[in-house]
């Protein structure tokens, strides 16, 4: 079945450090994929996404590109602040199979100390 | 513009007792909507998706049920509450042939 494999970390950086998050998914089809963040206390927001190959996604300093050829979707950001202090999610919608259901990452917490 | 509630915010159930969690959705018709679970330290499990009224799936076998008794209004319940039902729920919905999930802002159930 498909599957989303992230960086599960956690990780702890400090203010206007670089962040990469690596997210990978496995589908039978080209998947449409989408970042997501939860702030405590919260539910998910959706961050960015990305519907076929080659398509960047950004939003808020972060970015993800959709690789078609190891189906990853990294997500990026050059200089991170305290208040992008957060849960991210990746997910994946398999475009050959049903649309009605998202496939997430096991989500990776991130701290950004001052 | 489209918006999501829940309530309650936080629920402590004792074990045993029933459980009725509501989900509804304004500003638009017809959603696909869906219940996850979130427990402590993990990641998203998805529980339920409607496509329509009436028309409930069941990702995985449990202790839970959902009902949607109306297009916008999605419920989770459960007749006698377990500790592993401890967790977060969140409840989302997404337009007919869209991309994007919308979540609500989540129900923290303590059950003790």
């Known amino acids: 079945g498909d599957s989303v494999t992230q960086m599960e970390g956690p990780v702890t950086l400090s203010e206007e450090a670089f962040l990469t998050i690596n997210c990978t998914y496995t589908?039978?089809?080209?998947?449409?994929l989408f970042w997501y963040v939860q702030y405590p206390g919260e539910g998910l927001q959706l961050l960015l996404k990305?519907?076929?190959?080659?398509d960047k996604g950004s939003n808020k300093g972060f970015e993800a590109t959709y690789r078609k050829e190891t189906t990853s979707f990294h997500l990026e950001k050059g200089s991170v602040q305290v208040s992008d202090s957060a849960v991210y999610f990746c997910a994946g919608r398999d475009s050959g199979g049903s649309n009605y259901k998202l496939t997430f990452g096991k989500g990776t917490l991130l701290t950004v100390n001052p | 513009s489209q918006t999501i509630h829940q309530w309650p915010a936080t629920l402590v159930q004792p074990v045993g007792s029933p459980l009725s969690l509501e989900c509804t959705v304004e500003?638009?018709?017809?959603?696909?909507l869906y219940w996850y679970r979130q427990a402590a330290g993990r990641g998203l499990q998805l529980l339920f998706y409607?496509?329509?009224?009436?028309?409930i799936s069941s990702e995985v076998p449990q202790n839970l049920s959902a009902s949607r008794p109306q297009d916008r209004q999605f419920i989770l319940s459960s007749k006698k509450l377990l500790l592993s039902d401890s967790g977060f729920y969140l409840c989302a919905w997404q337009g007919k042939n869209q991309e994007t999930q919308y979540f609500g802002p989540g129900t923290r159930l303590l059950v003790l």
């Open positions: 589908a039978t089809g080209y998947p449409s």
């Open positions: 990305a519907t076929k190959a080659d």
């Open positions: 500003g638009t018709s017809n959603p696909n």
């Open positions: 409607s496509v329509g009224i009436g028309q």
